[in-house]
């Protein structure tokens, strides 16, 4: 495996990893007989990196970003997340964290249908506790500026695009200014204009500090990558570095 080293923030030391997955494997109960999803998977990926997941259907990208994020629970090994065993957190252990530490961004995008666009990016903050209720709206009115989709902010998500619907959704993964964001085929329900320019977005945040992990079958998208991670049959079998000097960034 392609090992990194960069400089770290968020307290951690400059050569640590803030995603490492050790000996991981994940089986499923199944009436043929167990599942494996993943088989003792080893993985490190560092602060600042844009990550492909790529592979055929059933390879394991969906279980290897679940267990990331703590959606799933390894049957064996360990998974670190900025220096927290997500592995051995309880239910409500992992809600919080995941709140704070991990933004999630959904192929059907998942907002809240009777919430306006503005509401949906200032409930994780409440859920979350981590902005005072006074800064609540102001940030979450900046981040669709940022997104650009400001003038969507009282609307409800129905009455927007997908293109706009995904970018606040990337705007409700933003909320709690997580170290990591972590998309499961975000560009599926897209069209290719739209798809390029919601990756363009991916992009900034990787060149502003955030590390994104995705989920994608489109192979357009590989310019955009600093490193693609492959998967077969629950195994890593490939992982490249993309465009060493431009990582995160459109040639």
Not at 106 to 120: G, H, M, R, S
Not at 134 to 163: D, M, W, Y
């Amino acid at each position: 495996m392609i090992a990194h080293s960069n400089q770290r923030t968020n307290g951690q030391p400059a050569n640590a990893h803030l995603i490492n997955l050790r000996q991981v494997s994940k089986e499923y109960p199944s009436g043929g007989g167990a599942v494996t999803a993943l088989k003792a998977v080893d993985m490190a990926i560092d602060q600042g990196e844009f990550v492909a997941i790529v592979g055929k259907s059933g390879s394991g990208k969906s279980t290897l970003i679940n267990v990331i994020t703590g959606i799933d629970t390894p049957s064996s090994g360990e998974v670190l997340v900025a220096a927290t065993p997500v592995h051995a957190l309880d239910q409500e252990q992992l809600s919080v964290w995941r709140g704070k530490t991990v933004g999630i961004v959904f192929q059907f995008f998942q907002l809240l249908p009777t919430l306006t666009v503005l509401e949906n990016i200032t409930l994780p903050m409440d859920f979350c506790d981590t902005y005072p209720a006074s800064q609540q709206r102001a940030r979450a009115l900046a981040l669709l500026e940022k997104v650009g989709i400001g003038e969507q902010a009282h609307k409800l998500p129905a009455t927007l695009s997908g293109g706009q619907q995904q970018r606040a959704a990337i705007a409700r993964a933003l909320a709690n200014d997580p170290a990591l964001i972590v998309a499961d085929e975000p560009t599926g329900n897209l069209d290719t204009q739209t798809a390029h320019a919601v990756m363009a977005l991916f992009a900034q945040l990787v060149q502003e500090g955030k590390t994104v992990v995705m989920v994608t079958h489109e192979r357009d998208f590989a310019p955009y990558f600093s490193r693609t991670i492959t998967l077969a049959d629950g195994n890593i079998v490939g992982d490249t570095n993309c465009h060493e000097t431009d990582a995160g960034r459109p040639l």
